[in-house]
């Protein structure tokens, strides 16, 4: 029809259409998950949307539903969700350059085979897999509350056509045409299977349509409300995964229910890895909100920004099933639910923080040799620190409320130790003379043991924790102290060090010569007796910003 608009896709999509087919093609039944899943989410959406505006509502049976057709060789996709207007069709499936697409592309070239699939999740890159299996697309869709409809069709390759079209109610239908070496997924048995292993936790009913019948495809069981005593590691790893798509197990899996004055049950994961980040992401805490089992939103801030490594689900009783945007900032009950799932995440990462430095420290019974060493690199929690420690210590800098906490969890390479230790161990280690706790922060932990400033701390026997992380610039001046020691720049601290030499007057003819070569360049020349094997060293003020903070700031073009 003379109203068909062809349009190009943008530069990044076409690429991104290309390694999705090419790079994952072992991995295609995921196609399956990323479509169900879109759809599951346009379900939530809609039914989030319409607790405010009754035009969106949903109606009861609102679901998923599937239909394989062998004979047309199609399999439909189609949900009661939000639909797209034609803006936003052309928008979200064919024009928006997703920042992450480079990265995405060397990414996928350098990873497993079994970690692709779920890097195709992380970069949201979903919809175009149906290109895996299909060799044309139709999109069929009505926003809730328009009339009208819109459809979008592609062979995946250069462009896209769209054109007005028709549809009873607001929702999309997703029309794959399956390609001739793809014939498997025509079987519903096959796509059965599929769901079970990778939707069985959506909580939208999902139907798969099987000798003419629509029969319910997933459980939708919702896992955090079991008894933990019913639920196996595998179910919760499947879960885990399912969350947001994750492929590593999780570190640390904290499922409990809460009764009395709050009601609400809580599954939370700590992942073993960071996720791959091309952008940095977001700040906020992913965790989900749930009320009565239904999926409200991610972006209830259930958690504070220094802890949204955390993934899972809260789901309580304490709010009505429409509960609006405003209510879940300015209501008690959340402030309550936040405080105490906070509460709980510290006090596990405490209490395997502890675990380990016990286990450090036990010595190995004899007879416990043949049994399999637990691996504390990969299990313990220096595990955890090393993919998350970062994003902890920001809780130092903004969350004054949570330092007392966070302590005990920070670790540290130091000047005088291997591998990592605690500000406890660090202070049990002090000696009897040092009254403050010395830190150096800089680029490298190799470059930082070679700084002369240590050379006067190693001749006191003062240990000198060593920092590489940009947050390590700020944080300690917030803090102040530990166990009522301060904690000092060791670049700041050199008078600690009791170095209160007069000029030697043989040293002063090159003291002045020093100091009118470099006037412009720095603030004075003093003789130093606490370097004993460079010649000389470059020190910041004990006012303002020090080096290596000059350094971060100049960077961020201050
Ligand atoms: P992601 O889901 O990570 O955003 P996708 O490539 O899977 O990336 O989907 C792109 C976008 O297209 C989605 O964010 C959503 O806005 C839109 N979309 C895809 N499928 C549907 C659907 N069934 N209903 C409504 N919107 C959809
Ligand atoms: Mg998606």
Redesign the pocket.
């Known amino acids: 029809p003379a109203t068909t608009e062809t349009k190009e896709f943008s530069a990044e999509v076409g690429r991104l259409l290309d390694l999705v087919v090419n790079a994952l093609y072992s991995e295609r039944e995921i196609f399956l998950r990323?479509?169900v899943?879109?759809?599951a989410?346009?379900v939530d959406?809609r039914r989030f949307l319409g607790l405010t505006d009754p035009a969106l509502a949903l109606p009861a049976d609102a679901g998923v539903i599937i239909t394989p057709d062998k004979n047309a060789r199609q399999i439909t996709?189609s949900?009661d969700?939000?639909?797209?207007t034609r803006d936003?069709l052309v928008a979200?499936?064919g024009t928006?350059a997703r920042s992450g697409t480079r990265a995405f592309g060397e990414t996928v070239q350098d990873a497993k085979p079994e970690e692709r699939p779920s890097l195709i999740?992380q970069?949201?890159?979903?919809?175009?897999s149906a290109f895996m299996v299909s060799e044309r697309v139709e999109?069929i869709?009505r926003r809730a509350g328009s009339d009208e409809a819109w459809s979008w069709r592609s062979a995946g390759r250069g462009s896209f056509d769209v054109s007005p079209a028709e549809r009873a109610t607001p929702?999309?239908d997703?029309i794959l045409h399956i390609k001739a070496d793809a014939d498997e997924f025509l079987e519903p048995m096959r796509l059965q299977t599929i769901i079970r292993k990778w939707a069985d936790h959506i909580s939208v009913p999902i139907k798969l349509v099987r000798d003419g019948k629509a029969e319910a495809a997933n459980e939708g069981t919702a896992l955090w409300r079991k008894p933990k005593a019913e639920v196996t590691p595998a179910e919760y790893e499947d879960f885990y995964r399912h969350l947001g798509h994750f492929f590593d197990k999780p570190w640390a899996t904290l499922h409990w229910r809460a009764e009395g004055a709050l009601e609400y049950s809580a599954l939370l994961f700590v992942p073993e890895q960071p996720p791959f980040d091309p952008v940095e992401g977001e700040r906020t805490s992913k965790v989900r909100l749930h009320v009565r089992r239904m999926f409200i939103t991610d972006e209830a801030e259930l958690l504070p920004p220094w802890l949204r490594f955390v993934q899972g689900v809260v789901d309580t009783e304490d709010l009505p099933l429409n509960v609006s945007r405003e209510m879940l900032q300015t209501t008690p009950v959340m402030a309550r639910i936040r405080k105490a799932v906070q509460n709980r995440v510290l006090t596990e990462l405490k209490s395997k923080a502890k675990a380990e430095a016990k286990a450090e420290t036990a010595p190995i019974a004899a007879e416990d040799e043949d049994a399999p060493a637990a691996d504390p690199v990969t299990d313990g929690y220096i595990r955890f620190w090393e993919s998350f420690g970062t994003i902890l210590k920001e809780g130092l800098w903004e969350d004054a409320g949570a330092r007392a906490d966070i302590a005990p969890l920070l670790r540290f390479h130091s000047s005088t130790e291997d591998g990592w230790t605690s500000l406890a161990d660090y202070v049990a280690r002090m000696k009897p003379d040092q009254t403050a706790i010395y830190f150096l922060a800089g680029e490298t932990i190799e470059q930082l043991r070679h700084a002369p400033v240590l050379e006067g701390y190693r001749a006191r026997g003062f240990e000198v924790l060593l920092m590489t992380d940009s947050i390590d610039a700020f944080w300690p001046e917030r803090m102040g102290s530990f166990e009522d020691k301060p904690l000092r720049n060791a670049r700041q601290a050199l008078a600690d060090l009791g170095d209160a030499a007069e000029v030697p007057e043989a040293l002063k003819p090159l003291i002045d010569a020093m100091t009118a070569a470099l006037a412009d360049e720095i603030a004075e020349v003093q003789p130093a007796a606490h370097l004993s094997e460079s010649p000389v060293m470059l020190v910041s003020g004990t006012e303002g910003a020090d080096l290596h903070m000059q350094k971060l700031l100049r960077r961020a073009g201050r």
Not at 81 to 84: F, S, V, Y
Not at 123 to 128: M, Q, R, S, T
């Open positions: 990323e479509l899943a879109n759809a989410d346009a959406r996709i949900d969700g939000l639909g797209m936003e979200n499936l928006i999740g970069f949201g890159v979903g919809f175009y999109v869709s929702g999309t997703i």
